[in-house]
């Protein structure tokens, strides 16, 4: 049915058809097992699919999607033509413009061209060097691991033809005045780049085809051969995953069964007793303020971004140090993100999808009120995910602020850390003041009780994920004044040294 790209390689025209009578014969039950397919992913809404369709220009790939349109039930597919990047998107990492479109479950995603389209073709025109193209699939193939990790089924087809055979469509194509249109210069300049296209084309494929998401080679010569081969291997794909998903899907862990161990002292060794007195307090307030707003206006910041990252102990004064970081900004220039509970559309995408989509721009500021940290702090003491989910989720953090740093954002992240008894201290006055009462809930209390699962988590992840491009700072937040003035103090030297 499909070929491995190094047969295809070898024999650029092996010449597979399906004459017309077999085709009309297959099809209509080819199309009633995708259409079913297609309404159990939408009943069970367990897994999304994404298909990937590539090729030379020329190959068929529209012809495909219009075939796939037709077969199955258009209003639960998502197509999506990816052409250069927007403004907006060259702000941000190049996998950002992917991660927010990425079909909910349930749901079919069709990308007509993806995430191989632009390292391939910079490497082609020779724009980038092979260390640069390897950096983008490695890249890649870490965000593919990361979907299908989390369930997703991943379809990678590439659709192949001979380079005869690409210039007899051009030409066709050409001539029509229907479709004339279709070929451009760009069509033709691809088409003499032909063989460099294969070279890098096959260097993507192997260093990219896994066993959770290989590559399916299909010969693009004959409509019929191609349209029914690629709905054949959707529809096996489909009823594999609706296998695969209910015999493997992840359970809430009850409890956690076993932990990395974690060295408490980290916390242990601050010294909680650090004080600022109120008049010094002021003047270093003042001071900060005024460093961190001249520092946001400076020309070089506006081909740049900061993220600030507050995740701490209940009542540690997150809220506090935000509002004086934003006193010191233009209110045009950031937003504050809130983390909670995710929302049913949250949940029916990868973890990391609703922290992508909220990435600032250039010039910008974007301030986590706790942050994807979650996955390795309340989710796991809590047991909303598995083991594997929270073990994996280190290096998948790690790898998403490394792409933020390479995409020329200043990442500073802290961790307010408060002792047990001034938590207690700060409950009770919540508790008993009006405008205060509604910080203090029944789960707050409850978090207490799990302190030192907690505590072990916080080290954990402080321990894995405090790299040398996005270290931790750990704010001794017992006096409120002292944390504030850290804070502050911590991204002026953060953001002046990126600048």
Excluded at 182 to 196: A, C, G, I, N, Q
Excluded at 341 to 366: C, K
Aim: aromatic share 10%; glycine share 4%; hydrophobic share 40%.
């Amino acid at each position: 049915m499909n070929l491995s790209w190094d047969t295809m390689f070898e024999s650029a025209e092996l010449g597979n058809s399906i004459d017309k009578a077999t085709f009309q014969a297959e099809v209509p039950a080819l199309r009633q097992d995708l259409l079913n397919a297609q309404f159990d992913l939408a009943q069970s809404a367990r897994f999304q699919v994404i298909i990937l369709l590539s090729g030379a220009d020329g190959s068929g790939k529209r012809e495909v999607v219009h075939t796939l349109m037709e077969w199955m039930d258009p209003r639960h597919i998502q197509t999506r033509a990816m052409g250069s990047p927007s403004e907006e998107e060259r702000q941000r990492p190049e996998m950002w413009r992917f991660w927010r479109i990425l079909p909910p479950r349930g749901k079919i995603g069709i990308f007509f061209h993806s995430w191989y389209s632009a390292p391939v073709l910079k490497r082609v025109l020779g724009q980038t060097t092979d260390a640069d193209l390897d950096q983008s699939l490695d890249d890649i193939a870490r965000f593919e691991k990361r979907l299908t990790a989390e369930g997703a089924l991943l379809l990678k087809i590439r659709l192949h033809i001979s380079k005869k055979k690409q210039e007899e469509r051009l030409r066709k194509l050409e001539k029509n005045l229907k479709t004339r249109w279709r070929v451009t210069k760009d069509e033709w300049k691809h088409f003499e780049l032909y063989d460099d296209f294969t070279i890098y084309t096959q260097r993507a494929i192997r260093r990219t085809s896994t066993p959770e998401a290989p590559w399916i080679i299909v010969e693009g010569t004959d409509e019929r051969y191609r349209s029914l081969t690629i709905g054949k291997v959707i529809l096996e794909r489909l009823r594999a995953g609706q296998l695969t998903d209910q015999a493997m899907r992840p359970t809430r862990a009850a409890a956690i069964s076993k932990n990395p161990s974690a060295d408490q002292h980290l916390l242990h060794a601050l010294d909680m007793s650090q004080h600022i007195p109120k008049p010094i307090y002021i003047q270093h307030l003042e001071k900060c303020q005024g460093q961190l707003n001249l520092l946001t206006r400076r020309r070089e910041f506006r081909n740049r971004s900061a993220i600030a990252l507050f995740e701490g102990w209940d009542a540690a004064g997150k809220g506090g140090c935000i509002r004086r970081v934003i006193w010191s900004l233009d209110p045009r220039q950031y937003q504050i993100i809130p983390i909670a509970a995710p929302t049913d559309e949250e949940r029916a995408q990868p973890y990391l999808w609703r922290f992508w989509r909220n990435i600032p721009g250039h010039g910008q500021v974007t301030i986590f009120d706790r942050s994807w940290y979650g996955r390795v702090l309340v989710e796991r003491v809590e047991g909303f995910c598995s083991e594997d989910d929270w073990m994996r989720a280190y290096g998948e953090i790690n790898d998403f602020e490394d792409q933020l740093v390479r995409n020329d954002t200043i990442l500073v992240k802290f961790w307010l850390h408060i002792s047990k008894d001034e938590q207690l201290v700060r409950f009770r006055e919540r508790a008993k003041t009006g405008f205060k009462s509604f910080k203090i809930t029944e789960q707050d209390w409850r978090n207490r009780n799990k302190w030192d699962a907690y505590e072990r988590a916080v080290c954990n992840m402080v321990d894995r994920t405090s790299t040398e491009i996005a270290p931790w700072t750990l704010v001794e937040a017992n006096d409120k004044s002292f944390a504030r003035v850290k804070v502050l103090k911590t991204l002026c030297e953060r953001i002046g040294e990126a600048l």
